[in-house]
């Protein structure tokens, strides 16, 4: 068993930037798929970056390359969001999620966080 617990989410004007941190709770993470994932109001759940635990390896959704950064504290098991130069549409519910699958479909990972909000102001 894995728990997630977020934080770092709130409030920031266009152009802003904010860190999200998933802290993991349980079992080892060495094989695991750490990743975050956003959903806007009336949206679906949709994919913004991974990181392989063991080796770093990530991948970014294309509406999010070159602002935001997904990195791991081995040590401190936790990962954190860098976003930069956030936008309006940025703005969602941001979620920490989990699996043993390198994939960006929502319902293959099996644990997830609380949720912690991101609301970008014009």
């Known amino acids: 068993q894995v728990q997630l617990v977020e934080s770092g989410g709130g409030l920031v004007q266009t152009g802003g930037s904010l860190r999200l941190a998933c802290a993991a709770f349980g079992r080892t993470l060495e094989s695991y798929v750490m990743a975050w994932f956003r959903q806007a109001p009336g949206k679906e759940r949709e994919f913004v970056a991974l990181?392989?635990?063991?080796?770093?390896?990530?991948r970014y959704a294309d509406s999010v390359k070159g602002r935001f950064t997904i990195s791991r504290d081995n040590a401190k098991k936790t990962v954190y969001l860098q976003m930069n130069s956030l936008k309006p549409e940025d703005t969602a519910v941001y979620y920490c999620?989990?699996?043993?699958?390198?994939?960006?479909?929502?319902?293959?990972?099996?644990?997830w966080g609380q949720g912690t909000q991101v609301t970008v102001s014009s």
């Open positions: 990181i392989i635990w063991d080796d770093g390896s990530t």
């Open positions: 999620a989990a699996t043993i699958t390198i994939t960006t479909i929502p319902r293959l990972y099996n644990y």
